[in-house]
């Protein structure tokens, strides 16, 4: 069987190799993350920030930089995932105050510790004995300071080679961070609060001063620590919080925080209150912002990913041969963007104008060809004329700036071919469309309501009143899942409808702007809508703002198929107010019909629309 190229691992559980092999270099685009800053870098899941995180870490940089010697490299990245597992559940939540705080900053930097004695053990044979039991020393004494148990003299410990030392500090870190973890889980079972008796240790009296020490490990290089915290947005809010304050050191000469988030970050406060800001405190990068506004880049990255895999699987065709267009689509779509460069020339030469230049032609062709094709084949048999999403470019366009929302259908598009007994060498055209509308359609239906029953008790999420519980704990209620649903039934159908309307001057539209006020219900579903990767956020400058911007809700063009719209390029947006979207969250029929009775026409007090030949997913009747 045949390797399938664009299977995708989770990034915790590769190796070094797996990373050098498949990964494609991102830091040109993003160069605050490999900067000695402070950075915090957001972006929906899937959208590659584990593994460019990873790619920083020194094993990797010395494969595919081509460096024969570790202490060369700029600085020692670790890996520090903080699993929901871990770190979102609710007994980190028991205590109250200044306890939870300081023992949470405690809990945290154990797990921070661990992972960077994990990362230096790894490397002890670059390491000599002699640095290494030094730094044992210094570890021992530093933990003893922060226990409030310092030996009268100095602990002295005799190792044969550097790991024994090293794998020693790695015990006890794993050690004390099971048995912080241990005393909140526990908690619920005691009939009297247990004082805490513990080791206390804190970012500026332990954390900072062993990355201090770890630059003075012979061998390693004299560089900062970047501890990679990764998906930060699973803590509780008050760790948050406790993360922010270390921002807010600036001690970035010796350690550097690297903060990835998907999203749902809470807050940019520190445990006192203040509000860390960029870029006096930190560096901020946006994945989905960053590949979304600009997406010739996301596409080149994307070409470079696929050439890579493709190559590593001895594939020898390029991307678009790999992901071959509709043929028979093509052609017609040509036809029509050859009669609409006839009737501007015409246009134009019939009026006497002056107006000249490729530019307005072709951006004619852009805004008009496909939608009139849909229109064209919407009238038809549905089943013999369906829109075709085929083609390398598309499927780049679908996957929304999320890396793995192009890895995952194409993985499952080689394993049908390989299911019906092929030789890969490219993806037929219907298996493409098939995958892909398929995946449209999980991804919405991934929302519908379901209830589970266990004795007759049903499960209830964190209160969104909870103020120290993470986002990501919250927002599970059914109710705001449904919210979110008929929104985006509401939008996708209404964006549908501009595009089969021959009259509207942008008929490809894919997000509208917010004016007036945001309802808090509204803007709770949207927020969960863009940390689930539905929806991405970005502003407009508008000239009767005064200065000001106005949010801007972007429709993942995931969900393209689901709704049948042109997914290509750039697309416009629509004006909504907040009571808009607000009727949408409970009625999209009625959002559809108040919004489309305008748009429809070109004269709108002279039209009456029924809308009932409009189903669920912005389909006519004979779509």
Same mark, same amino acid.
């Given at each position: 069987m045949s390797e399938n190229p664009f299977g995708v691992s989770n990034p915790e559980q590769v190796d070094a190799d797996y990373i050098a092999r498949y990964f494609v270099d991102l830091h040109t685009d993003l160069p605050a993350v490999s900067k000695q800053c402070?950075?915090?870098?957001?972006?929906?899941?899937?959208?590659?920030?584990?593994?460019?995180?990873?790619?920083?870490?020194?094993?990797?940089?010395?494969?595919?930089?081509?460096?024969?010697?570790?202490?060369?490299?700029? @600085?020692?990245?670790?890996?520090?995932?903080?699993?929901?597992?871990?770190?979102?559940?609710?007994?980190?939540?028991?205590?109250?105050?200044?306890?939870?705080?300081?023992?949470?900053?405690?809990?945290?930097?154990?797990?921070?510790?661990?992972?960077?004695?994990?990362?230096?053990?790894?490397?002890?044979?670059?390491i000599p004995t002699k640095s290494a039991r030094s730094y044992w020393e210094r570890f021992n004494y530093l933990f003893a300071l922060c226990s409030d148990n310092l030996p009268a003299k100095p602990v002295h410990q005799d190792f044969s080679n550097s790991r024994e030392a090293l794998e020693d500090i790695v015990q006890l870190c794993e050690k004390e961070?099971?048995?912080?973890?241990?005393?909140?889980?526990?908690?619920?079972?005691?009939k009297e609060p247990e004082t805490y008796q513990g080791p206390l240790t804190s970012f500026l009296d332990f954390l900072l001063p062993n990355a201090e020490a770890i630059k003075s490990i012979e061998g390693l290089p004299n560089a900062p620590i970047f501890l990679m915290l990764d998906d930060a947005d699973n803590l509780p809010i008050r760790m948050q919080r406790t993360i922010n304050s270390w921002v807010s050191t600036r001690s970035t000469n010796s350690l550097c925080l690297k903060i990835s988030t998907q999203l749902g970050y809470a807050t940019f406060r520190t445990i006192d209150n203040r509000i860390i800001e960029s870029p006096h405190d930190f560096d901020s990068v946006n994945l989905s912002s960053i590949y979304t506004s600009d997406q010739d880049r996301f596409y080149r990255r994307m070409r470079e990913i696929v050439e890579k895999r493709l190559t590593n699987a001895k594939i020898n065709v390029t991307p678009d041969q790999y992901f071959p267009k509709h043929t028979e689509q093509e052609k017609r779509l040509q036809e029509i963007r050859d009669k609409i460069k006839e009737e501007w020339e015409a246009k134009h030469k019939a009026s006497d104008s002056r107006i000249s230049g490729s530019s307005r032609v072709n951006d004619d062709v852009v805004r008009y060809a496909v939608p009139r094709y849909m229109r064209e084949i919407s009238g038809s048999n549905r089943h013999s004329h369906t829109f075709s999403y085929a083609g390398f470019r598309s499927?780049?366009?679908?996957?929304?700036?999320?890396?793995?929302?192009?890895?995952?259908?194409?993985?499952?598009? @080689?394993?049908?071919?390989?299911?019906?007994?092929?030789?890969?060498?490219?993806?037929?055209? /219907?298996?493409?469309?098939?995958?892909?509308?398929?995946?449209?359609?999980?991804?919405?239906?991934?929302?519908?309501?379901?209830?589970?029953?266990?004795? /007759?008790?049903?499960?209830?999420?964190?209160?969104?009143?909870?103020?120290?519980?993470?986002?990501?704990?919250?927002?599970?209620e059914t109710e705001i899942y449904i919210h979110l649903q008929n929104l985006l039934s509401g939008l996708g159908r209404l964006f549908r409808s501009r595009l089969l309307n021959p009259h509207a001057s942008e008929q490809r539209v894919f997000s509208v702007v917010i004016r007036g006020d945001v309802?808090?219900?509204?803007?709770?579903?949207?927020?969960?809508?863009?940390?689930?990767?539905?929806?991405?956020?970005?502003?407009?400058?508008?000239?009767?703002?005064?200065?000001?911007?106005?949010?801007?809700?972007?429709?993942?063009?995931?969900?393209?198929p689901y709704f049948n719209l042109d997914v290509s390029g750039y697309a416009a947006h629509l004006s909504v107010t907040g009571e808009d979207l607000s009727l949408a969250l409970s009625d999209p029929k009625a959002f559809l019909k108040k919004r489309t009775t305008y748009d429809r026409s070109p004269n709108p007090q002279q039209l009456t629309l029924d809308f009932d030949g409009i189903d669920d997913n912005g389909h006519t009747d004979s779509d």
């Open positions: 402070n950075t915090f870098i957001h972006g929906a899941r899937g959208a590659g920030k584990s593994m460019l995180l990873r790619s920083l870490e020194p094993e990797v940089m010395l494969k595919t930089r081509g460096e024969n010697k570790i202490s060369d490299l700029p @600085h020692i990245a670790v890996h520090v995932p903080l699993k929901q597992t871990d770190f979102g559940v609710p007994e980190l939540e028991r205590l109250d105050g200044y306890a939870s705080t300081v023992i949470g900053e405690h809990l945290l930097v154990m797990y921070a510790m661990f992972r960077v004695a994990r990362k230096i053990e790894a490397l002890a044979s670059y961070f099971m048995v912080v973890r241990n005393f909140f889980v526990r908690s619920p079972f005691r499927l780049v366009d679908l996957s929304s700036g999320v890396v793995r929302w192009f890895l995952e259908p194409a993985s499952r598009m @080689h394993d049908r071919v390989v299911e019906a007994g092929q030789q890969v060498k490219a993806i037929p055209v /219907g298996i493409q469309d098939t995958i892909i509308r398929d995946w449209a359609r999980e991804f919405y239906e991934r929302l519908s309501p379901f209830i589970e029953i266990d004795d /007759g008790h049903e499960d209830k999420a964190p209160s969104e009143h909870d103020p120290n519980a993470s986002l990501h704990s919250q927002g599970h309802p808090r219900r509204v803007d709770k579903v949207l927020r969960l809508g863009i940390r689930l990767g539905y929806f991405q956020d970005a502003d407009y400058a508008a000239k009767e703002a005064l200065g000001g911007r106005l949010p801007r809700i972007i429709l993942a063009r995931r969900l393209g």
